[in-house]
């Protein structure tokens, strides 16, 4: 007796290694992802500071150091949170 199996089956699990494969892959990126770093923002205009991971705008400019946490107090160590040159200026 021959197994009975319809073609959109046998189709359904030899497409499932490479599902799995994927899926494996995705999972394994996100889990390289590492927060973005924050630093203090000094207005050229006004001289006021803010804590941010992106410029606010123009005539801000960024000042030394990079943080961990949303209130800039924790440092954070040099190459941990990737580079500091892939922000724009």
């Known amino acids: 007796m ?33 927060p973005a770093p924050w630093y203090w923002w000094r207005s050229k205009a006004t001289g006021h500071r803010v804590c941010a991971q992106t410029s606010p705008g123009n005539g801000w400019e960024r000042l030394r150091g990079a943080y961990r946490d949303a209130l800039c107090r924790h440092r954070s160590k040099p190459g941990r949170y990737g580079s500091a040159s892939n922000l724009r200026r």
């Open 2 to 34: 021959k197994p009975c199996m319809k073609p959109c089956t046998k189709r359904r699990l030899q497409s499932l290694p490479v599902l799995l494969a994927a899926l494996l892959y995705l999972n394994c990126t996100t889990l390289a992802a590492a």
